[in-house]
C-alpha cells in the first residue's frame, strides 16, 4: 500500500489480498489518531476526501509473499524503502545512518510532546 496527500485529501494506492479491510475507514482513523483533526491543522479526518484505488494482488506476487517458506524465499523483488547517503556515521544498533536516527528519536519525542501538551503548539506534520 502506498499513501499520498495534499490538502483535504488522502490517496490510498495498491494492491492487497484483503478485500475485508474498510481502508477509507483505516485512513480516516489514522489521521484522527495522528492529530489531523481539523482544517486549521491541515486536514480534516472527519471531512476529508479518501481515493481508493485498491485492487487484488497478483496472484504471482501474492504467492512469493505469503504461505509457509523459509525466511530467505519471501518476497516478491519489487518492495523497498530507500534512504541514504554517504556516510561513516551509523547507529550500531539500527546500522542506519546516525541523522536519520536522531530524526526519528526527536519525531517520537515531539509526539509525545504533542499528545501530552507539553508543547500544544506543535502540529502531526511537524518536522525534525
Known amino acids: 500500500m502506498e499513501t499520498a496527500t495534499k490538502t483535504g485529501m488522502v490517496v490510498l494506492l495498491g494492491e492487497t489480498d484483503n478485500s475485508e479491510v474498510n481502508f477509507e475507514q483505516v485512513a480516516r482513523e489514522v489521521c484522527r489518531q495522528v492529530g489531523y483533526t481539523s482544517e486549521d491543522i491541515g486536514l480534516d479526518c472527519a471531512n476529508m476526501q479518501v481515493i481508493c484505488n485498491i485492487h487484488a494482488q497478483d496472484a504471482n506476487i501474492a504467492a512469493s509473499v505469503h504461505g509457509d517458506k523459509e525466511e530467505t524465499e519471501f518476497g516478491a523483488g519489487d518492495q ?49
Open 80 to 128: 523497498g524503502l530507500m534512504f541514504g547517503y554517504a556516510t561513516n556515521e551509523w547507529d550500531t544498533e539500527t546500522l542506519h545512518p546516525y541523522s536519520h536516527y536522531l530524526a526519528n528519536k526527536l519525531g517520537e519525542e515531539m509526539a509525545i510532546r504533542r499528545h501530552n501538551g507539553t508543547i500544544p503548539w506543535l502540529r502531526p506534520d511537524c518536522k525534525t
